[in-house]
């Protein structure tokens, strides 16, 4: 496919079912295959970002057993993102380059190794390093996972029902990570939310060769100077979002980071540019409904990832539930989320991808701004579980479509680049979610009036601040509808059944 074809607008794309294979045996075999091989890499998708939230509960935990301060607590959850979303571009390209089976094992092997390394760390030092190399591990194997569904099923309703099982994995396993978290926590010990993932990956490790499929491998030079631009930058970025949450958005180094990243960014965009292969082609955003779905990612990502950071400290330090009573709080919206995820190509199908998008937006504003109104007083039902039911219902609707406009389009050669921007959005997208909502939060808490007891005191300075959070992530969603009206025309893509 030449490169003026790769850029076409999405809306310009004609989707047609692929031929069907000579012979009923052929083809159920074909289908089983797949069905194994989408198996195998969304076991390995569900174990990776389950660690990115399956920690949160097990932090009271981490701090006592290893005598962690505060300071180095977030940077248990930091030293992850910074080096998962710093690197998940070049692991997209690598995939490209170096074969995408070959650079899923070998970033899945990473991963658990340093699952292993993790849950047997003595001291901070060990557990931070063991940290930072599953977020390494997980930024190879990612785009990888991705990519192979792109490049595996044609556009149309099979790729469709595939990414919507993505979808589920991504946007479920989030939350499914804090139920887990809860029970391992309480059950168990911190050190099992490091240790679950290495049956797993080993599991993947061995039946992966035999499955799943192996890319060409692209001839030609690498792009070191794209990768390194676009790897310092985005972690620049990352950081500078992580740094503004806990010190302020007037903080020297928080000011000095966003300048880093904007230099490196600048450069990186100026290297792609002239690149023979990109790291990640320019191409790619020379599609609008292409990028406002990136954009709109960001800030629904940043809203759902801040809902789960005030509300699990709310259940537990407000509501009084204790860890495992608070992840399976977490529960409804989770299987409300898989469910709902699995009726979207149907839907989707029916409606078309936009309209499903800001179907699913509506009920996520209005349970986001139910959250806004809590207090004290109020109870988990149905003050807390009915906006998550909302917001379940909402991102089970809205991600599928999301994804299938962030991919449509491109050509099988990019897949691992396009795929890699897509969970590039994801993890910024987070980073600055929490980031302003910290801020907001911390400006709200300074505003509460002094209360006769200390406890009661505490329990309104959470509730308050972790509210006005709650309207300001409504906020969010509310921008990206706006987005999504304004940039995103996209037919719908999944085709009837034959």
């Not at 499929?213 to 690498?222: M, T």
């Not at 290297?271 to 960001?298: H, K, N």
């Not at 349970?367 to 109870?379: C, D, E, H, V």
């Amino acid at each position: 496919m030449s490169s003026q074809s790769a850029t076409r607008p999405i809306t310009d794309l004609k989707i047609t079912e692929p031929p069907r294979k000579h012979g009923k045996q052929r083809a159920e075999s074909g289908q089983g295959r797949f069905g194994l091989t989408l198996a195998i890499v969304l076991c390995a998708q569900l174990m990776i970002i389950l660690d990115a939230t399956v920690v949160n509960i097990a932090l009271p935990g981490i701090a006592h057993g290893l005598h962690l301060s505060a300071a180095g607590l977030s940077w248990v959850l930091n030293s992850y993102s910074l080096t998962f979303g710093g690197l998940l571009l070049l692991g997209g390209r690598a995939g490209d380059i170096l074969g995408r089976r070959r650079v899923f094992l070998g970033g899945l092997a990473l991963f658990t190794l340093a699952s292993l390394a993790g849950g047997l760390a003595v001291n901070a030092t060990e557990l931070l390093a063991a940290r930072a190399l599953q977020g390494i591990g997980a930024a190879f194997a990612t785009p990888a996972t991705l990519a192979t569904i792109v490049a595996s099923v044609p556009e149309g309703r099979a790729r469709t029902r595939a990414l919507a099982l993505f979808t589920g994995v991504i946007t479920g396993g989030a939350s499914l990570g804090l139920v887990l978290g809860g029970l391992i926590t309480s059950w168990a010990s911190w050190r099992w939310v490091f240790f679950v993932n290495v049956p797993v990956g080993a599991a993947v490790l061995i039946f992966g060769p035999r499955f799943l499929p192996e890319s060409a491998r692209k001839r030609g030079k690498f792009d070191f100077q794209g990768a390194l631009t676009s790897t310092a930058g985005v972690t620049a970025l990352v950081y500078a979002f992580i740094r503004a949450a806990s010190n302020g958005w007037t903080d020297p180094v928080t000011l000095a980071a966003f300048g880093v990243s904007a230099v490196l960014l600048a450069a990186f965009v100026a290297t792609e540019a002239t690149s023979a292969q990109p790291i990640m082609p320019l191409r790619l955003l020379a599609d609008r409904t292409r990028v406002g779905s990136y954009l709109a990612r960001v800030l629904i990502v940043g809203a759902m990832f801040g809902t789960f950071f005030f509300l699990t400290q709310f259940i537990q330090d407000v509501l009084g539930f204790s860890p495992v009573k608070a992840g399976l709080a977490f529960l409804p919206m989770t299987v409300a989320l898989f469910a709902v995820s699995r009726l979207a190509p149907r839907l989707m199908n029916r409606m078309g991808a936009r309209q499903l998008m800001l179907a699913g937006l509506a009920p996520a504003v209005g349970g986001l701004a139910w959250l806004g109104q809590l207090s004290p007083a109020t109870t988990y039902w149905p003050g807390v579980l009915g906006p998550m039911l909302l917001m379940g219902f909402g991102m089970g609707l809205a991600f599928v479509p999301l994804t299938t406009a962030s991919l449509a389009g491109v050509d099988p050669a990019d897949s691992g680049a396009a795929s890699a921007m897509v969970n590039v959005t994801q993890q910024v997208g987070g980073a600055l979610g929490l980031a302003a909502l910290v801020t907001v939060y911390g400006h709200a808490a300074h505003q509460v009036p002094r209360q006769a007891t200390a406890l009661a005191e505490a329990r309104l300075v959470l509730s308050h601040g972790v509210a006005v959070s709650f309207a300001t992530a409504a906020v969010f969603d509310a921008i990206a509808i706006a987005v999504i009206l304004a940039a995103v025309r996209l037919r719908a893509i999944a085709t009837k059944a034959s």
